[in-house]
């Protein structure tokens, strides 16, 4: 009896002890980029964009808060990127570009006026760009969706452009759009899906799909209400469906299997309430929705509506994210009515507490929701942007914020277990993880706390080849960054302006009984002349390849080296003088890198 108790007691404590485990460590964490910075809100893509090199493709916003010069930004441009135009101008967008070692290759501004941004990058290396302009600095090509200007008298014109990995112009088709509000979406094929908010009453849908007609609606000043739309274009540009949308832009889709994933609102048409199909989940009216497209045909699979009524709550819909285990949608309930809506029995957390929480529900590809739950502490919490959810299989990752002092909600063992401040005016960043069953497996805050900048603080997650990615905008001092960081500290670093930020965090593939000590890997001398040695057991222990890369992240060379524990090289007539990285792998993960100089 006695040892069927401790074996008992084992399991139990093993239970625990393996929900609570931390498996990544951070590779590196860098800020970047100058003051004002947002990765979030109007100018952004939603979350990193990867190409086959793993480089880091982000974009966000630029506020000139502190009324910087505009001598003050170029200083941070780099690899050709745009200067910072009219000074005047508050608020600009920003294109950069990160290597998998976290060094800097690209940095430039968007222009309000005529800008050429980054939307995705497929496969192939192919990038697709919206050219926003009167007129858009790119011209169409022929044999495309829309080679002419569909709306003349428009002053929001919109091109999209598909460009080789060479730099090619492939094709250039105008878009119905009338604002720089537009998602974009790749299958497997290279179909694009589009979706925005036109004013054009025809030539965009075809028979059959969800909504074949304009809905022409005034508002009370007799303005035309622009209505939402939807199309899948072929790989060479063409049309292949269209179809008007009864709610306007989507907040956020994503293409799996066959179908769109949308996150839609209600009905443009207020005498209307059809975002609802005939044994959805929730028929009554909210203000948020969720529906599901047939991308064969431009037809709607399914649509529920979700939330509380519009008259009596307020949840801001955020994200959502899609694989085989199941659609995933996150978002802010900012408790209105106390109903706590989003919280399911038996769920992690049922009941709001705060001003707000952010909530995590799972439904299951054809609608069913299977669980709800909120998270957050005693203060108030949101992640209102922008890309604060990503999947790793039955593994999901979530980030939001809180603000005002709250109860610690990181668990033990995890990468950082309490807030630098827990102040009534601090913004405190945090990440979690939950499987695919609703049991959250840790949660842990990141970096230093962050005061009021007048503007959202956001913090963002993405997931890919075993690596999670953090990425944001602090005006904290600490905690953001490694040795050797591409930009070590905040310039200035004495303002309440934002500065982005972004981090790497390799997944661990040590066994319980290695210890730290053991897998510790050096370099020296450092700054040297070419010549170097690394030493470590790691080294004797794996098949190890060493990469080094140049301050741009340019390949330099790569090595596999031997299984011994001490290496020296002597590469002093291939280094010329200048920073490098160094990145040292095992085939399956980055086990450290460093910065090195040569003299």
């Not at 006695?2 to 625990?16: D, G």
């Not at 190409?51 to 493709?57: A, E, I, K, P, R």
């Not at 304009?214 to 049309?239: F, H, R």
Request: proline residues 3%.
């Amino acid at each position: 009896m006695k040892s069927t108790f401790i074996v008992a007691l084992l399991f139990i404590f093993n239970f625990f002890y393996s929900q609570s485990v931390f498996e990544f460590e951070r590779s590196w964490g860098t800020y970047f980029g100058a003051n004002g910075g947002q990765i979030a809100g109007i100018h952004t893509t939603k979350g990193i964009l990867f190409d086959s090199q793993q480089n880091l493709h982000v974009r966000g916003s630029m506020w000139n808060q502190q009324n910087m010069t505009g001598s003050y930004f170029n200083q941070f441009l780099l690899g050709g990127g745009s200067s910072w135009g009219n000074q005047q101008n508050d608020i600009y967008g920003f294109d950069a570009n990160l290597s998998s070692s976290g060094m800097l290759s690209y940095y430039g501004y968007l222009n309000a006026l005529d800008s050429k941004s980054l939307e995705k990058v497929d496969q192939q290396d192919n990038k697709y760009y919206l050219f926003f302009g009167s007129p858009p600095s790119v011209q169409t090509t022929a044999g495309v969706y829309l080679p002419n200007d569909p709306q003349p008298s428009s002053t929001h014109k919109v091109i999209l452009a598909k460009y080789s990995s060479a730099g090619v112009l492939i094709w250039a088709s105008y878009l119905p759009s009338i604002s720089r509000a537009i998602n974009l979406e790749l299958d497997e094929a290279g179909n694009v899906y589009v979706s925005g908010e036109t004013q054009m009453l025809q030539n965009i849908s075809n028979p059959g799909v969800l909504q074949e007609n304009y809905d022409i609606i005034y508002d009370s000043a007799g303005q035309l209400i622009p209505s939402g739309y939807l199309m899948k274009l072929s790989p060479g540009g063409q049309k292949i469906w269209g179809t008007y949308m009864p709610t306007g832009l989507s907040i956020s889709m994503q293409y799996f299997n066959g179908a769109l994933y949308m996150l839609t609102g209600m009905n443009t048409n207020s005498a209307l309430s059809t975002m609802a199909t005939s044994g959805a989940f929730q028929t009554s009216p909210s203000n948020n929705s969720i529906t599901k497209m047939n991308t064969s045909d431009g037809t709607r699979m399914w649509g529920t509506y979700y939330g509380g009524a519009p008259s009596v709550g307020f949840a801001m819909f955020t994200d959502l994210a899609v694989n085989e285990t199941g659609l995933y949608v996150t978002g802010t309930d900012y408790n209105f009515d106390g109903s706590s809506f989003f919280g399911t029995p038996a769920s992690f957390k049922q009941n709001v507490t705060g001003g707000s929480d952010i909530f995590l529900s799972k439904f299951s590809l054809s609608g069913n929701r299977e669980w709800s739950t909120y998270f957050g502490s005693s203060g108030e919490d949101m992640n209102e942007f922008d890309k604060v959810i990503a999947l790793d299989g039955n593994q999901i990752y979530i980030t939001g914020t809180t603000f005002g002092g709250g109860n610690n909600i990181a668990t033990p063992n995890s990468y950082q277990s309490a807030p630098e401040s827990n102040s009534v005016g601090s913004h405190n960043f945090y990440f979690a993880k939950f499987n695919a069953s609703g049991s959250l497996s840790w949660a842990s805050y990141y970096g230093g706390s962050s005061a009021a900048a007048g503007i959202a603080i956001p913090i963002n997650v993405a997931f890919k080849n075993n690596t999670l990615y953090l990425f944001g905008s602090t005006n904290s001092n600490n905690g953001y960054t490694t040795e050797g960081a591409w930009m070590p500290a905040r310039n200035p670093s004495n303002t309440s302006g934002l500065t982005c930020f972004m981090a790497k965090f390799n997944k661990t593939t040590l066994a319980v009984n290695e210890t730290k000590k053991e897998n510790e890997l050096m370099l020296y001398n450092n700054p040297n002349n070419g010549n170097f040695t690394l030493e470590g057991i790691v080294l004797a222990k794996k098949n190890c390849t060493m990469k080094i890369h140049d301050a741009s992240g340019r390949l330099i060379d790569t090595k596999k080296l031997s299984n011994q524990k001490k290496q020296t090289f002597e590469m002093h007539s291939i280094l010329q003088k200048g920073n490098y990285i160094l990145e040292i792998s095992d085939g399956t993960m980055l086990i450290k890198s460093f910065k090195m100089i040569v003299k």
